[in-house]
């Protein structure tokens, strides 16, 4: 229900309720002036209209709460229609909600089910088919990334861990051979014969072909005896990439924003003292999360770790003894950065952290334009009194994976923001700057995060 409805259903019981008082209270008056021995009556009635008052509102808190529902499952539905996921299984609990409701999101589950069985079953027959090919097969994004490897592919050369889906081709093949054989069948426009050498110097024959706008190639080659499991792993999201940065503006829809998930992991809290020891970013691009672009590294803070933060996120003094201090890093991260909108819960902390590296690396900042998905999610949900990122998580129906690392909390907040995307559009809330308009909303939080110097 709308709140514009709410408030003329409050308007409605409110006006009905004064009503009620005004005639009940008249009638004991007139009943108390004309028959004074009728004055127990009157007070009777008096009690009948308190308890029909309370009833009223007790009716008019069961009707909101019963809306409130409503709306929190058309917002997990358009959560679910937008991403492609289940509904969270909070809908199953018997002392959630009413029964109709659970009915209701019962039935939207089952539809969304079948669905995703229908997909993952057509993915399910092409990897038999593709499995039980007699020829080993290799599939590669233009980066070397394995995005697809048959059963007989890791039988030859999966040993150790060498080949498997998503790691470097080159691991396994020579990278000039590979790159001299992808060049010739793009320059022949069909696919080519080929010996490339492992990193070992075994001579393999094979076969190249290019994927063409797919960007990447296929390798095949003879495989070994196949007896056993015809199957194939794969991910070829591996091979999509994002669009090219354009620096985004007030106007740019969020379904086609540049985004950059990041969360830092730092000494303290503090952002005047403490410094960063962990960052982690991974690129979003409108309703799209791209996994294998990321940015994770550790950060030699040049001070002493406390105790108390390493065991919140397990980075000791000796964890980053080897790693790059800031100014080392500054630049890789800039370049992911650039042209892109930071996301992040509480992602002012993050900034503030960042500005500050930058100062005392003598590093030019500037700071980038920046969406709060804490600030969001508390507009979108003005009574919702559990902010903490997993408690958003959880009412997102987002898994929570590697808590307290940067990557792992970049990821989470990703999946985070790409949920609320449809849940802002159907208030209204479609581009960038209508949503730095409403990130504004709940007043408390803005100020105590400036207080904190965020």
């Not at 079948?114 to 993952?120: D, I, K, M, P, S």
């Not at 094979?206 to 095949?220: E, N």
């Not at 294998?292 to 980053?320: E, Y």
């Not at 996301?343 to 900042?365: C, K």
Request: with cysteine; proline share 5%.
């Amino acid at each position: 229900m709308s709140r514009s409805t709410r408030r003329l259903l409050a308007a409605a019981l409110t006006t009905v309720a004064l009503a009620l008082l005004l005639l009940t209270g008249t009638t004991a008056y007139l009943l108390s002036v004309a028959e004074p021995g009728m004055s127990g009556v009157a007070v009777a009635a008096l009690v009948g209209a308190a308890l029909a008052l309370a009833g009223l509102w007790v009716a008019h808190g069961l009707l909101d709460r019963h809306f409130d529902e409503l709306e929190h499952l058309r917002g997990d539905l358009l959560v679910a229609a937008g991403t492609g996921t289940e509904l969270p299984r909070y809908w199953a609990e018997p002392r959630r909600s009413a029964d109709e409701i659970r009915r209701v999101a019962a039935a939207a589950g089952d539809a969304i089910g079948r669905h995703r069985l229908a997909r993952t079953t057509l993915d399910a027959r092409l990897a038999v088919v593709v499995g039980a090919a007699a020829e080993g097969l290799v599939v590669s994004t233009e980066t070397g990334l394995v995005s697809l490897v048959s059963a007989a592919a890791l039988a030859r050369f999966g040993a150790g861990g060498h080949l498997a889906l998503g790691t470097s081709l080159y691991g396994v093949f020579d990278r000039r051979d590979v790159a001299e054989a992808v060049s010739r069948a793009r320059a022949e426009g069909r696919p080519v014969q080929a010996r490339l050498r492992t990193v070992e110097g075994e001579p393999v024959a094979v076969r190249v072909a290019d994927l063409g706008d797919h960007a990447g190639f296929l390798i095949s080659f003879l495989a070994l005896d196949t007896a056993g499991e015809a199957a194939v792993y794969h991910d070829l999201a591996l091979h999509d990439v994002p669009p090219e940065t354009v620096p985004p503006g007030p106007d740019t829809p969020l379904d086609a924003l540049p985004a950059l998930a990041l969360d830092c992991e730092a000494t303290g809290l503090d952002v005047t003292t403490d410094r960063i020891l962990s960052i982690g970013a991974v690129r979003l691009h409108g309703c799209r999360l791209y996994r294998h672009v990321t940015f994770d590294c550790l950060v030699n803070p040049g001070v002493k770790i406390p105790p108390r933060a390493s065991a919140v996120h397990g980075i000791t003094d000796a964890l980053v003894a080897g790693a790059p201090a800031f100014a080392a890093v500054s630049e890789r991260l800039r370049r992911l950065m650039r042209g892109t909108v930071l996301v992040g819960h509480n992602i002012g902390f993050d900034l503030a952290l960042l500005r500050r590296e930058a100062a005392l690396a003598g590093i030019p900042w500037d700071d980038p334009p920046a969406l709060d998905t804490l600030r969001l999610f508390a507009a979108l949900r003005p009574k919702a009194t559990q902010l903490e990122l997993e408690a958003i998580a959880g009412e997102l129906g987002v898994d929570i994976g590697g808590r307290h690392t940067a990557l792992g909390d970049s990821l989470v907040a990703g999946e985070i923001y790409l949920r609320l995307i449809p849940l802002l559009a159907d208030v209204g809330v479609r581009t960038f700057g209508e949503a730095c308009r409403f990130a504004e909303r709940p007043r408390h939080l803005v100020r105590a995060q400036r207080a904190a110097g965020w």
